[in-house]
């Protein structure tokens, strides 16, 4: 009764051996999670084809949409920031799909800084194109390849609490955040007041981070995500 992972992936030009080309990846920390945790993880790259979400969720028992670029902001009817670039239209569209899938199949769910941003997109919120506008500074993100620590208090009594405490150091690299995320309640917040983590009430696990969970050695959002994928599964 082992659970069955979806993990979103980037579409881009990768160069490994003998090959430059578009490729579909995503880190390996993900997966490494997953197993760990006791999940097997499938890779889910973009798809254009109308109903192939849907046919997707259907052989899932949970679903983590990763990390990446920015979201479109015409999906939240925004025009961009100078400092928003690189959104993938193709992969907005599979992952919205996804989460509607998910969403009518009531499949445990997991976003993961980009996912976060996405999920409260898709519930109809909005997003701040640009974090160190507000807060002053470069900490969420601070460039190349390097992440952010960033001390977050949670909610108490969310389900994100009783996954990851009360307080944690945790890995962020997000230029951008939530600042609307209808039907979600806010579940933690670094200590500048920026919206870290956001839950959907009720029994289904459907939570999303703004930071990277599978970087650290505590890996409690992805161990509570797989113990819903195999509650789900049985």
């Known amino acids: 009764m082992t659970p069955l992972i979806g993990l979103s992936t980037y ?4 160069r490994w051996g003998v090959w430059d080309q578009r490729a579909d990846l995503l880190p390996s920390q993900y997966a490494e999670a997953v197993v760990a945790c006791g999940g097997v993880p499938v890779l889910l790259p973009p798809v254009v084809t109308v109903g192939a979400a849907d046919v997707a969720v259907a052989r899932l028992d949970g679903l983590v949409i990763s990390g990446g670029a920015d979201v479109d902001p015409a999906a939240y009817g925004a025009e961009p920031h100078p400092r928003t670039a690189g959104w993938r239209p193709d992969r907005d569209a599979w992952e919205l799909a996804l989460l509607t ?10 976003g993961v800084c980009r996912g976060m941003q996405l999920m409260a997109v898709h519930a109809g919120g909005t997003l701040d194109q640009h974090t160190p506008d507000l807060v002053g500074d470069d900490r969420h993100s601070p460039g190349g390849d390097a992440f952010g620590a960033v001390a977050v208090r949670t909610e108490a009594g969310s389900r994100l609490a009783g996954l990851v405490g009360e307080e944690l150091r945790v890995n962020c690299h997000h230029h951008q955040s939530v600042a609307s995320h209808p039907g979600f309640a806010a579940a933690a917040r670094a200590d500048d007041g920026t919206l870290e983590a956001i839950e959907a009430a009720g029994d289904r696990f459907c939570v999303a981070v703004q930071w990277h969970p599978e970087t650290a050695a505590d890996v ?3 161990a509570g995500l797989v113990r819903a994928a195999a509650a789900y599964r049985s």
């Open 11 to 14: 579409r881009e030009t990768a």
């Open 101 to 110: 899938a998910a969403a009518a199949a009531g499949l445990p769910t997991l």
């Open 220 to 222: 409690g959002l992805l």
